[in-house]
T-cell receptor, first 114, second 113 residues
Framework: EAQVTQNPRYLITVTGKKLTVTCSQN?????MSWYRQDPGLGLRQIYY???????DKGDVPEGYKVSRKEKRNFPLILESPSPNQTSLYFC?????????????FGPGTRLTVT | KNQVEQSPQSLIILEGKNCTLQ??????????LRWYKQDTGRGPVSLTI?????NTKSNGRYTATLDADTKQSSLHITASQLSDSASYIC????????????FGAGTRLAVHP
């Protein structure tokens, strides 16, 4: 089954404790991205990747890092989480960033930073 | 500034009734417009994608319209079901170096029996 998986689905952590949220897709997609979703706001892009070893900042990259060492994986790293990073995070992938290619979203990771 | 605005913010309807959700955008240059359905606690799932030349597209009981001149879109849901209770998100793609997606805040629909 074609899918995007994220782990963990739920995470409660404390300020400053480094964490990684994993994202994996099994569709051989080139394009992957991370979003955060906060109440009353649309999804906002954190980082995106056009292909292996090619990443770039989205609209809200501060406090986050990413890497794309393999085509299928695109982990999101919070080196020193802060309470304002409490949010619902989605990973997404598509065959291309161009045209009308479908974007597939993962199930989400709900992060709480205390 | 490129923006996508949706109305209403929330809506309650009775099962079996129809409803229409609105989306206005200021994104330019325009590439395409998508409607997603997001169930509570789940990732968004695509309903329709429309390019500049398309003015209507259906997916079962969901029908999206696009007026590229007025920069407006609507999503019409026919004969609503309890399972239609979800948030509906309008997303406009900006044509450029890469296909940047700009998301609306969504309309939260509740279908009551």
């Amino acid at each position: 089954e074609a899918q995007v998986t994220q782990n963990p689905r739920y995470l409660i952590t404390v300020t400053g404790k480094k964490l990684t949220v994993t994202c994996s897709q099994n569709m051989n997609h080139e394009y992957m991205s991370w979003y955060r979703q906060d109440p009353g706001l649309g999804l906002r892009q954190i980082y995106y990747s056009m292909n292996v070893e090619v990443t770039d900042k989205g609209d809200v990259p501060e406090g986050y890092k990413v890497s794309r060492k393999e085509k299928r994986n695109f982990p999101l790293i919070l080196e020193s989480p802060s309470p304002n990073q409490t949010s619902l995070y989605f990973c997404a992938s598509s065959a291309s960033d161009r045209g009308s290619y479908e974007q597939y979203f993962g199930p989400g990771t709900r992060l709480t930073v205390t | 500034k490129n923006q996508v605005e949706q109305s209403p913010q929330s809506l309650i309807i009775l099962e079996g009734k129809n409803c229409t959700l609105q989306c206005n955008y200021t994104v330019s240059p325009f590439s395409n417009l998508r409607w997603y359905k997001q169930d509570t606690g789940r990732g968004p799932v695509s309903l329709t994608i429309m390019t500049f030349s398309e003015n209507t597209k259906s997916n079962g009981r969901y029908t999206a319209t696009l007026d590229a001149d007025t920069k407006q879109s609507s999503l019409h849901i026919t004969a609503s079901q309890l399972s239609d209770s979800a948030s509906y998100i309008c997303v406009v793609s900006e044509w450029g170096g890469y296909n940047k997606l700009i998301f609306g805040a969504g309309t939260r629909l509740a279908v009551h029996p």
